[in-house]
Nanobody, 115 residues
Framework: QVQLVESGGGSVQAGGSLRLSCAAS????????MHWYRQVLGKQRELVAT???????NYADSVKGRFTISRDGAKNTVYLQMISLKPEDTAVYYC?????????WGQGTQVTVSS
């Protein structure tokens, strides 16, 4: 198991940017994959971005070209850089760690984009 602590959420106007951080309790290179999800009130949770232990990345079509997932192994931290934000990006964003033996979630952080 791994504990995850998220930060960086907040309120911005459309076209603005935010960077979310996810600090893990141990090396992220010991984890198969790190993910960012988001969930809008009353809707299904959506996988936004993934980065594997080998560095491969994947993105949801709705955020391609605007969001970037990255990592800092020395800090045991994964980031989600978000630019050109739209009101439809408003959601609670969750960090997650997936491995062969477990799946762990962060507490979630609110992102609100106003028009």
């Amino acid at each position: 198991q791994v504990q995850l602590v998220e930060s960086g959420g907040g309120s911005v106007q459309a076209g603005g940017s935010l960077r979310l951080s996810c600090a893990a309790s141990r090396s992220i290179f010991s984890i198969t994959a790190m993910h960012w999800y988001r969930q809008v009130l009353g809707k299904q949770r959506e996988l936004v971005a993934t980065i594997t232990r080998g560095g491969d990345t994947n993105y949801a079509d709705s955020v391609k070209g605007r969001f970037t997932i990255s990592r800092d192994g020395a800090k045991n931290t994964v980031y989600l850089q978000m630019i050109s934000l739209k009101p439809e990006d408003t959601a609670v964003y969750y960090c997650a760690a997936g491995d062969v033996d477990y799946f762990s979630w962060g507490q979630g952080t609110q992102v609100t984009v106003s028009s």
